[in-house]
């Protein structure tokens, strides 16, 4: 069974850093492209970075570049998501996903799901 865990959510202060993690079980992740996504309260929940399966290609959305860094590690399994400069509109829950081909940031095309970890922004 394909399972995704998500972890490294926490409160933090704006400004502050946070590096969440997407461990892979029952697969492997290395022939999957991954996402990170997120939903905030009352809010469709949105794509935020992905990494295509070799790590050479990425995306992410316009409210996370130069802040935000995705990456992998195939040896471990584990994709990581890095949130610098956060800000209180980071505040979701955060999901990563993964979809057996190409990197995009449309939440639809990921059929595996993980459980999601919060991470609130606040002073």
């Known amino acids: 069974q394909l399972v995704l865990v998500e972890s490294g959510g926490g409160l933090v202060q704006p400004g502050g850093s946070l590096r969440l993690s997407c461990a892979a079980s029952?697969?492997?992740?290395?022939?999957?492209?991954i996402g990170w996504f997120r939903q905030a309260p009352g809010k469709e929940r949105e794509g935020v970075s992905c990494i295509s399966v070799s790590g050479g290609s990425t995306n992410y959305a316009d409210s996370v570049k130069g802040r935000f860094t995705i990456s992998r590690d195939n040896a471990k399994n584990t994709v990581y998501l890095q949130m610098n400069s956060l800000k209180p509109e980071d505040t979701a829950v955060y999901y990563c996903a993964a979809r057996w081909v190409g990197c995009t940031l449309a939440r639809l095309e990921y059929g595996y799901w993980g459980q999601g970890t919060q991470v609130t922004v606040s002073s």
């Open positions: 029952g697969f492997t992740v290395d022939y999957y492209a």
